[in-house]
């Protein structure tokens, strides 16, 4: 579980602040060698994070090499970026060294302002249709996609079946239905539901969503959360802590499947990297259902994460680049695959793709694609640290009964859109 975990760094895209060991060490590991040595009229420089499971490295190496083969005009030279990938990539972006091509798991509409990003619509433009909704949003910036989606960590709500069947009662629908099932589940040693240690976890976003509501309008310019359909949304967050429903305090936090496969909690909101080993401690009995829907306007949501492939807009081979990023990311069906399923477990970010890659094929994990499709939501290439910080932290205080919900929200939003305000500036 260790490595599902590590390959995201800090859970890419989702603004939770874990660093798996794998990943944490500094420096940066360059194999010093293009993918083809000679005879080339172009290198290109590609930067990806050091993901934490084995033979992802040798993997984006193999790609290079076929991609070269294919094209000898091209070479591809690798840097593998330990430690603080993001820091590390923005310094080199306003450098001489920065790369031709590289990754970014939570993506920042700033950089599109700075002009450091080239859009792709020209590439994604002929299969955008293949691509969900939320895997387009966050890369989307005044109407131009800056980004191609390596692939999705989705994540949803997980239960035990055999302990709901006990209890007789089906996967919720609604947030009523949902914290009526968490009240039964709940006896002895177990837990009716756990989404995070702190109580709190993905969920403000979730009730937002599954509301009907947003962070931020189309446009990235204006703050949303701050209406009363949102305050009795994100409020119901301090009816799950005050129920005595949620596992709280637990060894491990949301991203690992502990809680669950422990018996903990009957009901466990985590993503799908932790399927194989649930699957493993769990046989068939588990099932999947996204965050159920909140109010009579409301609709199911899940979240989905996972990284974007960016070219550099400043870069001296832009057209190569963004070349080579459609060959890869877009046209050859068989790399992805390979890069989503032979060392994690990811959904493929084209539906085609997705498709055709039997792991995805039948029971909850087929379950998880549809729903990733049918319901997924991503965050808005404007939200940064700041506005999660801001939001976050007003809706801790929700959720433990510390302050009024609606003049919290209205202090968030007064900050969210603050720092909104600068970024489109």
């Not at 990733?372 to 965050?379: E, N, R, V």
């Not at 809706?395 to 009024?404: E, F, L, P, V």
Request: glycine residues 10%; aromatic residues 10%.
């Amino acid at each position: 579980m260790a490595n599902a975990i590590s390959r995201r760094n800090f859970l890419a895209g989702t603004s939770v602040l874990f660093v798996a060991g794998a990943a944490t060490a500094c420096g940066s590991s360059d194999d010093g060698k293009d993918s083809a040595a000679r005879g080339t009229k172009i290198t290109l420089s590609q930067w990806y994070h050091a993901y934490g499971e084995a033979g992802t490295q040798q993997a984006v190496q193999r790609y290079a090499a076929a991609y070269t083969k294919a094209n000898p005009d091209v070479a591809i030279k690798i840097s593998w970026i330990a430690g603080d990938y993001e820091t590390r990539l923005n310094s080199a972006l306003l450098s001489s060294s920065a790369p031709d091509l590289f990754e970014i798991g939570d993506f920042r509409a700033s950089n599109v302002k700075s002009g450091l990003l080239a859009p792709l619509d020209d590439i994604i433009g002929p299969v955008r249709s293949d691509y969900a909704r939320s895997a387009l949003d966050t890369a989307t910036v005044d109407g131009k996609v800056y980004g191609v989606k390596m692939m999705d960590d989705v994540m949803m709500l997980y239960y035990r079946k055999s302990v709901l069947d006990k209890a007789g009662i089906v996967p919720p629908r609604t947030f009523t239905e949902l914290l009526a099932a968490a009240k039964s589940l709940t006896s002895g040693k177990q837990k009716g539901l756990f989404i995070g240690s702190d109580g709190v976890g993905d969920v403000p976003y979730l009730l937002l969503w599954s509301s009907g509501g947003d962070l931020v309008d189309p446009s990235g310019r204006t703050v949303t959360f701050n209406t009363p359909e949102a305050a009795a949304a994100i409020g119901a967050l301090k009816d799950l802590n005050s129920s005595g429903t949620l596992l709280q305090g637990f060894t491990t936090d949301w991203f690992d499947p502990g809680a669950l496969v422990q018996g903990a909690a009957a009901m466990h909101w985590c993503g799908l990297w932790a399927m194989p080993d649930i699957k493993k401690k769990l046989g068939d009995d588990f099932g999947v259902v996204p965050w159920p829907a909140f109010g009579g306007s409301g609709s199911p949501a899940v979240r989905v994460g996972g990284w974007y492939h960016l070219v550099n807009g400043k870069g001296p081979h832009v057209d190569a680049a963004k070349k080579y990023a459609n060959w890869l990311w877009i046209q050859q069906a068989d790399l992805q695959k390979d890069w989503c399923v032979s060392y994690g477990f990811h959904v493929p970010s084209r539906k085609s793709v997705a498709a055709q890659t039997t792991p995805f094929s039948s029971g909850p994990a087929q379950e998880t694609v549809a729903l990733s499709q049918q319901y997924g939501h991503s965050f808005p290439p404007v939200w940064n640290k700041a506005t999660t910080t801001a939001f976050i932290q007003s809706c801790a205080k929700i959720a433990k009964g510390k302050a009024d919900v609606a003049a919290e929200l209205a202090d968030a939003a007064k900050a969210c859109q603050a720092e909104l305000d600068k970024q489109n500036a």
